[in-house]
């Protein structure tokens, strides 16, 4: 993580309370689901992910103090240019991945992560129109369960993941389940 977009240092972050969303548990309310399909969004994986990225790099929401370096009203993005371009390189060799929601062909929302066995590492997500972060979300669960995924990290509990269904765990809870979905090989497709 860096401590806003144009910091140049760069940190790792190991918190002793880790966040899931387990699959079975995604929380989307029934308004919100008429809503998303209202919309009429087109939803794509891996079809863009630079501009995905760069759409979660350059948020200007506030969001939670992860770091002792920064006040919550400074937080644009934890995103660097360096870690923007670290991930671009982790997609180009099939690690990294991105959910990206279309509205009218225009890009609206959208996340992305990396994705090791039957882990998916929930990074970012971003939305410019209601509900495409959730039909973002929506779409990302509904694939790693087709495809076998156990395990989807969303690192931090947020009001928003939480009314989605995310739960946080301890470390060693956490570390039990990551040791398992990293046994079984899975493709986001």
């Known amino acids: 993580m860096a401590d806003a977009k144009n910091s140049e240092k760069i940190f790792w972050c190991n918190p002793e309370i880790r966040t899931i969303l387990p699959l079975d548990n995604l929380r989307i309310s029934k308004r919100d689901l008429r809503a998303i399909k209202a919309a009429e969004f087109f939803i794509t994986i891996d079809s863009n992910f630079p501009a995905t990225i760069h759409a979660c790099a350059n948020r200007n929401d506030t969001h939670k103090k992860y770091s002792e370096n920064i006040s ?17 390189k982790l997609y180009e060799k099939g690690l990294a991945h991105s959910v990206e929601v279309y509205q009218n062909e225009i890009l609206v929302g959208g996340l ?9 590492f929930g990074e970012s997500m971003f ?10 979300l929506k779409h990302l669960v509904e694939k790693m369960k087709v495809n076998g995924y156990e ?7 947020t009001e928003h ?3 989605c269904g995310a739960v946080s765990i301890s470390r ?6 990551l040791e398992k979905a990293l046994q079984k090989n899975c493709q986001l497709k």
Do not use: C
């Open 112 to 120: 992305y992560g990396v994705a090791i066995g039957s882990a998916f």
């Open 72 to 88: 919550k009203n400074d937080a644009d993005t934890w995103i660097n240019a360096e870690i923007e371009q670290a991930y671009i």
């Open 161 to 163: 993941l939480q009314r």
């Open 172 to 177: 060693e809870k956490y570390l039990a389940l």
């Open 151 to 157: 395990l989807l990290d969303v690192q931090f509990q």
């Open 127 to 136: 939305s410019k129109v209601s509900n495409a972060s959730k039909a973002a």
